[in-house]
């Protein structure tokens, strides 16, 4: 059976990755070979991009453009091989969070998004989203501490809200790619949800 390209979800503070380790270690319990992986970075030079993403100031444009950059060279080298191969890829954050974060949290809007997606995806969409729903002060709450924040953790709660309202756009726009998540539930509901959904995976 061909591999799936899997995608996780939600604002910072959400506890995405944490679910993503479990999801990982899930799959490869019923047989599966799982290349688990992130954006942005992922490949050798994404992750070089990624250090200058989360760390300088840059206009938005070029912002999104780097967030593309850093895409295509994980798909290129990393993802495609991968799904070629017939891997599970999971990955934590996709174009979802450049619509979320750039379109919505920073006001871009979507048109030039958009259009980076059909050009560096050219028809690549992830075949599964979770998404990990959080209100933005539940959210900052479970950051606070956690270790110094990014240039994006540092964003304020009427970013955040814009983001999961950019987040809910595109579940409204292609609602049989995501399932949703209540992330204020405790760990083992959340494993339950997730369980639950590994068997349509294989259908
Ligand atoms: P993430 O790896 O989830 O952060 P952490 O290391 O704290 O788990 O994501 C890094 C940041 O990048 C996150 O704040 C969201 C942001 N981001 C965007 O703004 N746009 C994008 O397209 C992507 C992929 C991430």
């Not at 799982?34 to 070029?62: D, H, K, N, W, Y």
């Not at 993802?79 to 969070?97: I, Q």
């Not at 756009?169 to 339950?192: C, G, N, S, Y």
Request: net charge neutral.
């Amino acid at each position: 059976m061909r591999g799936r390209f899997i995608t996780f979800e939600g604002i910072d503070g959400a506890g995405k990755s944490t679910h993503l380790d479990w999801f990982a270690d899930a799959l490869r319990a019923r047989g599966a070979t799982v290349l688990r992986t992130r954006e942005p970075g992922g490949s050798p030079l994404a992750e070089r991009l990624r250090g200058l993403l989360l760390t300088e100031a840059m206009s938005i444009t070029t912002e999104i453009l780097l967030m593309f950059a850093a895409r295509q060279d994980h798909l290129d080298t990393v993802v495609g091989p991968a799904l070629a191969r017939g891997d599970w890829v999971l990955c934590d954050r996709f174009t979802d969070s450049t619509f979320a974060y750039q379109g919505a949290g920073r006001g871009a809007g979507g048109e030039h998004i958009a259009m980076l997606e059909r050009w560096v995806q050219a028809g690549l969409q992830p075949d599964r989203t979770y998404l990990f729903d959080l209100p933005p002060e539940e959210a900052a709450r479970r950051r606070a501490g956690a270790r110094a924040p990014d240039r994006f953790e540092q964003e304020d709660l009427d970013f955040f809200g814009r983001v999961r309202a950019g987040y809910a756009l595109r579940v409204q726009q292609d609602p049989a790619r995501f399932v949703t998540i209540d992330a204020r539930q405790d760990i083992a509901a959340i494993r339950a949800v997730l369980q639950g959904s590994i068997d349509t995976l294989w259908a």
